[in-house]
């Protein structure tokens, strides 16, 4: 999508953007085909969805982020009423005394990105296509708006009886990460969120642009190779300019639980161009370090570049929690935005900011490719 | 006393398999075609085991029956009820509606309604809303109208507390006698919109659950046995009549469980490849100490989403009747089926078949030899091997070198040379009746699978309750209280809860006594 044009989301759109954003949550990020159901459910009746372009956001817009946060096992259990984070947004609008006019996703990587697709066709209001990964990560901090020095607060949250929290001023994001969480166990442990508040000149210095684009060119590629019995992975580079890194079954997989992420790394047999050769890939929700060689001899991509995996056949987005032994995946690499490539970013999102003693080098090219280099 | 013989059935689309064992000793095998009644196909099938086996009826002391009867009809959309559902959570769960993202076909060959009401708790065990008795009854006045049969009721978060799921159903029994009612508790895990799903589908089942456990009954009483008669379930393990005519949903993919756990008796290996070959398909699944490995997605039955822990199977389209083209490059998917007694070359037939290419490399013997080129043949007879060397390759579960074992009427697919990169190649004699007997010898089980607030309880405490009740379970589904097993006890910490919850799942088996 170009400046000028607005993109409306139908059924189809929606399906291939909840399959392109399970890819670029590049392991974790949650899974959003509830999100999807949500979204068509609103379509059904009648909703407008559609999507503008970060250019054309005007300076003195009011751009807020919305998501649903909590326990992914309770969000399968005590599903949504659906308008929680519209409910967050307006308690947030009455605190701030400004009227939202732009809607912006936190994180386009798995569930959360389906969000301000359905809270647009709840409030009428237009949502953003761009957000503040590009990817997911599993925390506040990392993503583009913080590390661009947007205030995280006044922040809202809401639950399903429109019960409203409003944290006026917290000193920073992983302090808002602390004090949401609290009040979201008393919630029910899910609820709706709004936050951050911006003005359109802040949001346009700070967000990933075309990240919707991206993610709905990637799941049209898998759907298109589905239909026509075509190879997916292909399809799927050759719409984003990814790398393939690595192509091979999953010989091994170590899990633990650390401070409630779930961390571990796998192993990959090579098969294809890549037999006889092995990988091995870290990981904490997301895919953070891709090492080729029996002992991680050499990287083939760290974060906060993208690193994928997909089912070999299908094309189907493998998570942290789905890989195990005997599983043939396809690894993707995928150029991150340029935000999180700022030695200021790198800080935060880079290997060392997850505890790994090896240098960024940045896979070539750009973030979306060729698709996001026209616009 | 003496010694008591049990029988195991399969009652498939085509083929009813009856099989009778003493102990763990296979007796008897018969094969009879699938009736529409279904009673007169067990029939002949009990009439003919016995007289094989050439034993009293009198010692005969269990018949286990295994059926996809309930899984077709879901398929095929047909002998479903009206159905409702009543879902307390509102105003959680709002947007997503019972029956969303079931196909359209489905919805309207159960007429399906659905009614959110507010009650359901929260993962603690706090309401989300008071339960709200004039609710209830406005719902029940709109089922009334509506003419429904069945009704299934769901409430937010039941696997911890299924008090309200419980008031709606008694309240129902009282205002609508006649129409079926099940709990979602009783139906399914975490997961509110899968576990809904299955009570619903349970609910749309019942009159034909009680229809055929009831042609069970009187072909057991036509035979004149006088024996105990249990059901498969998807896991493996085995129900009571009793329990299969109020939950008919738990036989959905009971076959393929039995036919591997068959597999695994016949050939008395517990850790190998299944590979059962039909006639269109190749199914591959991963048996690990004598057990299917179980799929980790959600089970769609008929298009509708499930949570039922099911076999993880891979199927490829490589069977016996599968058309060879390109000059033996290409075998399959195509395939000429059920015809392949009349349309195969070695029949006398037109179309190049897999089985053709089996005889003409000397694989198997069958018929006339078909005139097939030789290079066609060697092409498609490579294919052939490298497309099952994959599926064995796809379906293992670690790197040891695993024994496949060959199960179904295409088995003769594979030659002499067995597979490549597999060791051993099994053949069980009697594999045609491996689901048979995979339900000849099925065992019992209780399982529990909940949130538990480790704040309240100690952890040993809690896993010692569900462990226990799992126990009690398998022991009113007919086990050996001596003779129990706790197969799996998981403990899943929530993320993000503050430290004390987990998801806790036991799992006890059981041998009937």
Same mark, same amino acid.
């Given at each position: 999508m170009?400046?000028?044009q607005?993109? @409306?989301?139908?059924?189809?759109?929606?399906?291939?953007?909840?399959?392109?954003?399970?890819?670029?949550?590049?392991?974790?990020?949650?899974?959003?085909?509830?999100?999807? &159901?949500?979204?068509?459910?609103?379509?059904?009746w009648?909703?407008n969805?559609?999507?503008?372009?970060?250019?054309d956001?005007?300076?003195?817009?009011?751009?807020?982020?919305i998501?649903a946060?909590?326990?992914?096992?309770?969000?399968?259990?005590?599903?949504?009423?659906?308008?929680?984070?519209?409910?967050a947004?307006?308690a947030?609008?009455?605190?701030?005394?400004?009227r939202?006019t732009?809607l912006i996703?936190?994180?386009?990587?798995?569930?959360n990105?389906?969000q301000?697709?359905?809270?647009?066709?709840?409030?009428?209001?237009?949502?953003v296509?761009?957000?503040?990964?590009?990817?997911?990560?599993?925390?506040?901090?990392?993503?583009?708006?913080?590390i661009?020095?947007?205030?995280c607060?006044?922040?809202?949250?809401?639950?399903?009886?429109?019960?409203?929290?409003?944290?006026?001023r917290?000193r920073?994001?992983v302090?808002?990460?602390?004090?949401a969480?609290?009040?979201t166990?008393q919630m029910?442990?899910?609820?709706?969120?709004?936050?951050?508040?911006m003005?359109?000149?802040?949001?346009?210095?700070?967000?990933?642009?075309?990240?919707? !684009?991206?993610?709905?060119?990637?799941?049209?590629?898998?759907?298109?190779?589905r239909?026509?019995h075509?190879?997916?992975v292909?399809?799927?580079?050759?719409?984003?300019?990814?790398?393939?890194?690595f192509?091979?079954?999953?010989?091994?997989?170590?899990?633990?639980?650390?401070?409630?992420f779930?961390?571990?790394?796998?192993?990959?047999?090579?098969?294809?161009?890549?037999?006889? !050769?092995?990988?091995?890939?870290?990981?904490?929700?997301e895919?953070?370090?891709?090492?080729?060689?029996?002992?991680?001899?050499?990287? &083939?991509a760290?974060?906060?570049d993208?690193?994928?995996?997909?089912?070999?056949?299908?094309g189907?987005?493998?998570?942290?929690?789905?890989?195990?032994?005997?599983l043939?995946?396809?690894?993707?690499?995928m150029?991150?935005?340029?935000?999180?490539?700022?030695?200021?970013?790198?800080?935060?999102?880079?290997?060392?900011?997850f505890g790994y003693?090896?240098?960024?080098?940045?896979?070539?090219?750009?973030?979306?490719?060729?698709?996001?280099?026209?616009? | 006393l003496?010694?008591?013989?049990r029988?195991?059935?399969d009652?498939?689309?085509?083929n009813?398999?009856?099989?009778?064992?003493?102990?763990?000793r296979?007796?008897?095998?018969?094969?009879?075609?699938?009736?529409?009644d279904?009673t007169?196909?067990?029939?002949a099938a009990?009439?003919?085991?016995?007289?094989?086996?050439d034993?009293?009826?009198a010692?005969?002391g269990?018949?286990?029956?295994?059926?996809?009867?309930?899984?077709?009809?879901?398929?095929?959309?047909?002998?479903?009820?009206?159905?409702?559902?009543?879902?307390?959570?509102?105003?959680? !769960?709002?947007?997503?509606?019972?029956?969303?993202?079931?196909?359209?076909?489905?919805?309207?060959?159960?007429?399906g309604?659905?009614?959110?009401?507010?009650?359901?708790?929260?993962?603690?065990?706090?309401?989300i809303?008071?339960?709200?008795?004039?609710?209830?009854r406005?719902?029940?006045?709109?089922?009334? !109208?509506?003419?429904?049969?069945?009704?299934?009721?769901s409430?937010?978060?039941?696997?911890?507390?299924?008090a309200?799921?419980?008031?709606?159903?008694?309240?129902?029994?009282d205002?609508?006698?006649?129409?079926?009612v099940?709990?979602?508790?009783?139906?399914?895990?975490?997961?509110?919109?899968?576990?809904?799903?299955?009570?619903a589908?349970?609910?749309?089942?019942?009159?034909?659950?009680a229809?055929?456990?009831?042609?069970?009954?009187?072909?057991?009483?036509e035979?004149?046995?006088?024996?105990e008669?249990f059901?498969?379930?998807?896991?493996?393990?085995l129900?009571r009549?009793?329990?299969? @005519?109020?939950?008919?949903v738990?036989t959905f993919?009971?076959?393929?469980?039995?036919s591997m756990?068959?597999?695994?008796?016949?050939s008395?290996?517990?850790d190998?490849?299944?590979?059962?070959?039909?006639g269109t398909?190749?199914?591959?699944?991963?048996?690990?100490?004598?057990?299917?490995?179980?799929?980790?997605?959600?089970?769609?039955?008929g298009?509708?989403r499930t949570?039922?822990?099911?076999?993880?199977?891979?199927?490829?389209?490589?069977g016996?009747?599968?058309?060879?083209?390109?000059g033996?490059a290409?075998?399959?998917?195509?395939?000429?089926?059920r015809?392949?007694?009349?349309?195969?070359r070695v029949f006398?037939?037109?179309?190049?078949?897999?089985?053709?290419?089996?005889?003409a490399?000397?694989?198997?013997?069958?018929?006339?030899?078909?005139a097939?080129?030789d290079?066609?043949?060697r092409?498609?007879?490579?294919?052939?091997?490298?497309?099952?060397?994959?599926?064995?390759?796809?379906?293992?579960?670690?790197?040891?070198?695993?024994?496949?074992?060959?199960?179904?009427?295409?088995?003769?697919?594979?030659?002499?040379?067995g597979?490549?990169?597999v060791g051993?190649?099994?053949r069980p004699?009697h594999?045609?009746?491996?689901?048979?007997?995979g339900?000849?010898l099925?065992?019992v089980?209780?399982?529990?699978?909940?949130v538990?607030?480790?704040?309240?309880?100690?952890?040993?405490a809690?896993?010692a309750?569900?462990?226990?009740?799992?126990r009690?379970?398998?022991?009113?589904?007919?086990a050996?209280?001596?003779?129990?097993?706790?197969?799996?006890?998981?403990?899943?910490?929530l993320?993000?809860?503050?430290?004390?919850a987990?998801?806790?799942?036991v799992?006890?088996?059981?041998d009937?006594?």
């Amino acid at each position: 999508m170009t400046s000028g044009q607005v993109m @409306r989301i139908d059924a189809g759109a929606a399906e291939a953007i909840a399959i392109g954003a399970g890819i670029l949550g590049t392991g974790g990020g949650g899974n959003p085909y509830l999100g999807l &159901l949500m979204t068509r459910e609103m379509l059904r009746w009648g909703a407008n969805i559609s999507l503008v372009d970060v250019a054309d956001v005007p300076d003195e817009a009011v751009v807020c982020g919305i998501g649903a946060m909590g326990a992914p096992t309770v969000g399968i259990e005590k599903l949504p009423r659906g308008d929680e984070p519209l409910a967050a947004l307006r308690a947030l609008e009455s605190h701030a005394g400004r009227r939202v006019t732009h809607l912006i996703a936190g994180e386009v990587g798995g569930a959360n990105a389906m969000q301000p697709l359905i809270q647009s066709a709840f409030s009428g209001l237009p949502a953003v296509d761009g957000d503040g990964m590009g990817r997911a990560f599993p925390e506040l901090q990392h993503c583009t708006f913080s590390i661009g020095g947007i205030a995280c607060t006044p922040a809202a949250i809401a639950d399903c009886h429109h019960n409203t929290t409003v944290f006026p001023r917290l000193r920073d994001t992983v302090t808002l990460e602390r004090f949401a969480r609290a009040v979201t166990v008393q919630m029910g442990a899910r609820a709706g969120y709004a936050f951050p508040l911006m003005s359109g000149a802040e949001m346009r210095r700070t967000a990933v642009r075309g990240s919707y !684009t991206l993610a709905r060119a990637i799941g049209e590629a898998v759907l298109t190779a589905r239909d026509r019995h075509a190879d997916p992975v292909a399809t799927i580079l050759g719409s984003t300019d990814g790398t393939l890194l690595f192509a091979g079954r999953i010989a091994d997989v170590e899990r633990r639980l650390v401070a409630g992420f779930a961390r571990g790394t796998l192993r990959l047999n090579g098969s294809g161009q890549f037999a006889g !050769t092995q990988a091995e890939i870290a990981f904490q929700n997301e895919n953070l370090i891709a090492w080729t060689g029996a002992g991680r001899e050499r990287v &083939l991509a760290t974060v906060p570049d993208l690193i994928s995996l997909v089912d070999e056949q299908t094309g189907d987005p493998v998570t942290t929690e789905m890989v195990r032994f005997g599983l043939r995946v396809a690894v993707l690499g995928m150029p991150a935005p340029a935000q999180l490539k700022t030695a200021a970013a790198l800080a935060v999102v880079g290997p060392a900011a997850f505890g790994y003693d090896v240098p960024y080098r940045a896979l070539p090219g750009v973030y979306g490719g060729a698709l996001l280099l026209v616009i | 006393l003496p010694v008591k013989l049990r029988i195991g059935v399969d009652v498939g689309g085509t083929n009813t398999d009856a099989v009778i064992l003493d102990g763990r000793r296979l007796l008897a095998a018969a094969k009879r075609p699938t009736t529409a009644d279904v009673t007169e196909g067990i029939v002949a099938a009990l009439a003919a085991v016995i007289a094989e086996a050439d034993v009293s009826r009198a010692a005969i002391g269990r018949v286990m029956i295994g059926t996809t009867h309930f899984t077709n009809a879901v398929v095929q959309r047909r002998d479903l009820r009206r159905t409702a559902v009543i879902r307390l959570g509102a105003p959680a !769960t709002e947007l997503l509606p019972p029956f969303v993202d079931w196909p359209v076909d489905v919805v309207a060959a159960v007429n399906g309604r659905g009614i959110i009401v507010p009650g359901g708790f929260e993962f603690d065990g706090r309401e989300i809303s008071a339960f709200n008795a004039a609710s209830i009854r406005d719902a029940i006045v709109a089922l009334k !109208t509506a003419d429904v049969e069945a009704v299934a009721v769901s409430s937010v978060f039941s696997p911890v507390s299924d008090a309200h799921e419980r008031r709606v159903a008694a309240m129902l029994a009282d205002a609508l006698p006649g129409v079926a009612v099940v709990c979602s508790a009783d139906i399914g895990r975490i997961g509110l919109l899968e576990r809904e799903n299955a009570a619903a589908l349970n609910a749309a089942l019942t009159g034909l659950a009680a229809r055929t456990t009831d042609a069970f009954v009187a072909a057991l009483a036509e035979m004149g046995l006088d024996a105990e008669l249990f059901l498969t379930q998807n896991d493996g393990t085995l129900m009571r009549a009793e329990t299969a @005519r109020r939950f008919p949903v738990r036989t959905f993919a009971s076959g393929p469980t039995n036919s591997m756990r068959g597999a695994a008796y016949l050939s008395a290996v517990q850790d190998a490849i299944v590979l059962d070959i039909g006639g269109t398909t190749t199914d591959a699944g991963a048996l690990t100490h004598g057990f299917p490995r179980e799929a980790c997605a959600a089970v769609a039955v008929g298009g509708v989403r499930t949570n039922f822990r099911m076999p993880d199977l891979v199927s490829i389209g490589l069977g016996g009747g599968s058309i060879v083209s390109a000059g033996g490059a290409s075998v399959g998917p195509q395939s000429v089926g059920r015809d392949i007694h009349t349309q195969s070359r070695v029949f006398g037939g037109p179309v190049t078949t897999a089985t053709d290419v089996a005889v003409a490399l000397g694989r198997a013997t069958l018929g006339e030899s078909p005139a097939l080129a030789d290079d066609v043949a060697r092409r498609a007879g490579a294919e052939i091997d490298a497309m099952l060397a994959d599926l064995v390759d796809r379906t293992k579960v670690t790197a040891d070198d695993l024994p496949v074992i060959l199960v179904g009427g295409g088995a003769l697919l594979v030659g002499a040379g067995g597979i490549a990169g597999v060791g051993s190649v099994l053949r069980p004699e009697h594999g045609g009746v491996a689901n048979a007997i995979g339900a000849a010898l099925a065992q019992v089980s209780g399982e529990i699978d909940r949130v538990v607030s480790l704040a309240e309880t100690d952890r040993r405490a809690a896993i010692a309750t569900a462990t226990d009740q799992a126990r009690r379970q398998a022991i009113d589904a007919g086990a050996a209280p001596d003779r129990l097993t706790t197969v799996e006890v998981d403990e899943v910490p929530l993320a993000y809860l503050p430290g004390n919850a987990v998801r806790l799942h036991v799992k006890v088996v059981g041998d009937l006594p």
